[in-house]
């Protein structure tokens, strides 16, 4: 693997992990505490269905 791929890569996870806390913020916001872990649980579905 070479730098630039090395990059790429990075940024990738870079970007999924950003959008990961802004969706989670968002959703999170103004949400009644026992909603909560089912939200968590499908970000985090989400998620590992992003990653490389």
């Known amino acids: ?3 630039w791929e090395a990059a790429v890569l990075l940024a990738g996870l870079m970007i999924i992990a950003i959008t990961t806390v802004i969706i989670t ?3 999170l916001r103004d949400t009644a505490s026992q ?6 649980r499908a970000i985090a ?3 590992r269905e992003l990653r490389p």
């Open 1 to 3: 693997m070479n730098i």
């Open 25 to 27: 913020g968002t959703a």
């Open 35 to 40: 909603d909560r872990a089912d939200i968590l």
């Open 45 to 47: 579905k989400l998620v």
